[in-house]
């Protein structure tokens, strides 16, 4: 009886340790996950913010802007004379020759995007690579895609969530918000026109010349113009499909 005692006792003294170690390293791991979502969704967000506010501090310095362009006001210009509406909205007008500058290098900032709406104001680079350009809180440029000002689809992508998630408010734009594209040369704006809800990651279709959505050809549009195009993710904490607003380009301001 002494031994079968002793037996048992020493079995549940292995369970217990057993079932002590196995907590600690629930616990543990929780305790790592926690630090992971934190970094991810404020850590990465504070830095890129950080890094993007400074980038857009340099533009302007090396541009001799100031923040002349952050109000939020359309600019005027003499072929496409800028709406009398509320501030941060413009009527959308025919527009014919714009200033456009050489083709930057990849990963290259060489724009600022303003959103008055969404009170963002943040660098543009060219390309849409995660290290280099999106996880630094930049908005990327899709490479094939024209420049600022050019005739065709001037179509961005920005992370929805973390590393700055710049794009993350896209849901609250509405048609005729404005949408200031700041370079050395000018600032151009548009106006928000149509927005595709939800489409496949790989609707390359929102990113062409003339912008129509392969999956959805509801969406979109049949005639060349000046068109913005704005990608991110959809819904939020995925990368499953894709948010698109397109605008029109409505004026040009040169600079100096």
């Known amino acids: 009886m ?31 996950l926690m630090l992971l979502v934190v970094h991810q969704l404020w850590w990465t967000n504070r830095e890129a913010r950080q890094g993007a506010e400074r980038k857009v501090a340099a533009l302007e310095k090396e541009w ?9 006001a359309p600019f005027a210009s003499a ?18 020759p714009v200033l456009v500058s050489g083709t930057p290098r990849r990963s290259q900032a060489y724009a600022v ?4 709406r969404l009170h963002l104001r943040v660098p543009v680079a060219e390309g849409v690579s995660k290290p280099d350009v999106l996880n630094k809180g930049y908005v990327g440029h899709y490479p094939g895609t024209q420049q600022p000002g050019q005739a065709g689809n001037f179509a961005l992508a920005g992370h929805r969530n973390t590393h700055g998630e710049p794009f993350r408010y896209l849901p609250r734009l509405r048609p005729e918000d404005t949408l200031q594209v700041e370079t050395g040369s000018a600032t151009y704006t548009y106006a928000v026109d149509k927005i595709l809800p939800q489409t496949s990651s790989r609707d390359s279709g929102v990113v062409r010349p003339v912008p129509r959505s392969l999956v959805r050809p509801s969406y ?4 060349p113009g000046y068109y913005i195009t704005l ?26």
């Open 2 to 32: 002494r031994v079968v005692q002793h037996r048992d006792r020493r079995r549940r003294a292995r369970w217990r340790r057993g079932l002590w170690g196995g907590g600690e390293v629930l616990v543990t791991v929780g305790a790592v």
């Open 64 to 72: 001799g802007s100031g923040s002349s362009a952050s109000g939020g």
């Open 79 to 96: 072929s496409a004379p800028a709406a009398t509406k509320a501030p941060g909205r413009a009527r959308q007008r025919p527009y014919t």
């Open 113 to 116: 995007l303003t959103i008055p």
């Open 220 to 223: 979109g549009y049949d005639q």
């Open 231 to 256: 990608t991110t993710c959809t819904p939020e904490f995925t990368s499953r499909y894709r948010l698109v607003v397109w605008g029109k380009l409505v004026s040009m301001r040169p600079r100096g």
